[in-house]
């Protein structure tokens, strides 16, 4: 009987997991913050952290299970938090900045991060993109926090204590922390960073409690300072205030920052938040995300699919921070990272253009175009005041990951139909950064007096991962030629450009049918292993970037030898066994790992290089392919779960492949007009674009089973091609899918539905 119970609580479970939700009208509410949060060093599950703010917020807010310092701030898997942190770390690898702590602590003046953290539990913790709340149990106390763009308010139920305290942890590598007991006040500054050398760098904050404290001692290291010590500037201070509580007894913090001055920090604290209480403010952030959510409406897929999709585009909003702010005059302004000054104009950081060029910056143009027409001001800003473009900005220049791919990010811009900045100055940053070499190797283009020379990075030259570089400078200047077009620039100039974007040919190898390094004498590496990771690539191997040809896949199907040479050559992707060889690192490292274990062969979706490569399926006369693996990833390797993602998530790019593929459409060649067709994964999909337009995405009889297209209209024409149109899209309309359970091996199958490739249309 027992049995038969739990297999009926099973099925309707199951039944009710499966149901269709069709109306999503508070989509915040479907987002799972801690999806993703359940990894580690060696095996990320999308290494991220249940982050409350607002979309693009200069500040994010997260609880701390980690140590000061380690990049794993929050792991599902722990067991205590340590105190709830203002963070801008973009990923754990780049790890964090402008961060400091703020922990409630009962009994004694624990302040330490051993001493005062605390157990707690799932069960007792409540994770929204707006709102958190946790039961610190060593402790008696809900936390609770919400927060604004530069500000923040935090709640903390206290039990009946004589003893009942707030710690301040201003980290150490420098800081400050002074307490002003008459206001109710705390101030200090941060000057811990990761990554890159900002010149003058401080976080500087104030927090007001509504409680007067009657203990107030500043402490520094683990010694805590004299009674009369309300003031310190050590490698590591930080402040102790403490009061009595009645139970239940609730203590509110008002906290901002500013990378500018305290004064700045004031400033927008009371812009921020002034006398709103924390239901206020709380609600305030709530409505912004659903603002922005709600420009993407899903319907008909199952709560799982729903709450997948909703976390995902949380993720795509998050990165880059704003880092500019609005003086007492009205002005944005921003501390410059390469100046220490305050500088006039827009400023954002925390995103490596080597993984976000390639499907989270074409989301922002079609879905948030007005966000990204800030972040190139922002980069005018990056390029004035330090001479260079950022590949990694953090908030300077951070020497990570390869390429030059701002081109693309600044291309795709303007060729998308952004106006409204100083696109010239823009241009000749492409062109600076492009020729030559900047003070960091992920700066400019390393190798590039080899590349201009040869048409490719050497591999015998001493200049690692040479191949990918190539490759992803040959990207680059397609994207400047593009731009060059445009702009109208001198024929030579254009001409140039247009001749470097064919280097990519120059690493093909006809004995393999891959990519491969070659030496500076013309003759390729060798010995030559393809399932070799790093060496010549980044972070992969020569069957993850044999495909990194965006701009020319028809280039590529010519090397390879035609269409079936090549469709085989995907299709081997998958066939072949998740076999390596790590000896470059010494070890496996963790995206090695994360393709080894998914079962989908050598396809890596974990990392950036392969994951446009299901899409080159529709480039060859079989699109259905493309329609039966991107539901498999969708299918497979995303869950709206703590082991969610099957690797790092990264800055928004692993989410937007998600949501752009949920839709029905990837930008394999984000500097093209074009999308690639996939398959719709919901019944319906709804786009408000900015412009007021919107984009119906209509498959009605889309399920598990039916995720092939039979046929495709348009505002009720046949619709042939394998590809959309940005500039049609923009314009609004209604695509129609008829979806079956069968390939239409028919439909898309001819070169004129082919999307766009350098070869065959210039």
Known sequence: MKYIWSLIIFLIATAVQAQQVNKVTDPAEWVNPLMGTDSKPDLSNGNTYPAVGVPWGM????????????????????????GFKQTHQPSPWMNDYGQFAIMP???????????????????????????????????????????????????????????????????????????????????GYTTRNARSKPVNFK??????????????????????????????????????????????EKVHLRVASSLISFEQAELNLQREVGDDSFEATKQKAHIAWNKVLSRIQVEGGTADQTRTFYSCLYRTVMFPNKLYEVDAKGKVVHYSPYTGKTMPGYKFAGTGFWDTFRALYPFLNLVYPSINKEMQQGLISDYTEGGWLPEWSSPGYADIMVGNNSASVVAEAYLKGLRGY??????????????????????????????????????????????????EYAYDDFAIYQLAKALNRPASEVELYKTRSQNYRKLFDPATGLMRGKNR??????????????????????????????????????????????????????????????????????????????????????????????????????????????????????????DGYCGDEDNGQTSA??????????????????????????????????????????????????????????????????????????????????????????????????????????
């Open 422 to 471: 100083d696109i010239n100055k823009l241009y000749e940053a492409l062109q600076h950064g492009a020729n030559n070499e900047g003070p960091v190797t992920a700066t400019g283009r390393y190798g590039v007096k080899y590349y201009n020379e040869l048409g490719y990075v050497p591999y015998d030259v001493k200049i690692n991962e040479s191949a990918a570089r190539t490759l």
């Open 105 to 187: 602590v009962t009994g004694k003046t624990k302040f330490t991060q051993e001493d005062r953290a605390s157990w707690f539990s799932h069960k007792a913790e409540v994770v929204k993109p707006y709102y958190y709340s946790v039961y610190l149990a060593d402790h008696d106390v809900t936390a609770e926090m919400t927060t604004t763009e530069r500000a923040a308010q935090f709640q903390f139920s206290y039990p009946k204590s004589d003893s009942s305290f707030i710690v301040i942890d201003a980290l150490d590598r420098g800081s400050y922390i002074r307490i002003i007991p008459q206001q109710n006040k705390i101030i």
């Open 521 to 642: 004498d013309g003759s390729f590496q060798s010995p030559f292993n393809p399932l070799k990771w790093g060496d010549a690539f980044t972070e992969g191997n020569s069957w993850h970037y044999s495909w990194s040809v965006f701009h020319d896949v028809q280039g590529l199907i010519n090397l390879m030898g035609g269409e079936r040479k090549f469709t085989s050559k995907l299709d081997s992707v998958f066939s072949l066994p998740p076999v390596f060889d790590d000896s470059y690192y010494g070890g496996v490292i963790h995206e090695i790992r994360e393709m080894q274990i998914m079962n989908m062969g050598q396809y890596a979706h974990g990392n950036q290089p392969i994951q446009h490569m299901i899409y080159l399926y529709n480039y060859a006369g079989q699109p259905w392919k493309t329609q039966y693996w991107a539901r498999e990833v969708m299918n497979r390797l995303y869950k709206p779960t703590p």
């Open 657 to 762: 492949w998600y949501v752009f593929s949920a839709m029905g459409f990837y930008p394999v060649c984000p500097v093209s007009d074009q999308y690639v067709l996939g398959a719709p994964l919901f019944k319906k999909v709804t786009l408000t674009l900015e412009n007021g337009k919107t984009v119906v995405i209509s498959s009605p009889q889309n399920s598990d089973a039916n995720r092939y297209i039979n046929n495709l209209t348009f505002n009720g024409k046949p619709y042939t091609y394998n590809w959309l149109s940005h500039q049609t899209l923009l314009k609004g309309g209604v695509l129609h899918f008829k979806m079956q359970s069968v390939p239409n091996k028919i439909r898309g199958n001819r070169q004129t539905d082919y999307p766009f490739s350098m070869s065959n249309k210039q």
């Open 203 to 248: 976080n500087y904050f104030v927090i007001y409690t509504d409680k007067p404290f009657n203990i107030a001692r500043a402490w520094h290291g683990k010694t805590l300072a004299g009674a009369d010590s309300l003031e310190i500037t050590n490698n590591h201070a930080g402040a102790i205030i403490g009061f009595k509580t009645a139970k239940g």
């Open 59 to 82: 500040n994010y807010w997260s609880a701390q299970t980690g140590t000061m310092g380690n990049g794993w701030m929050y792991q599902y898997a722990a067991d205590k938090i340590r």
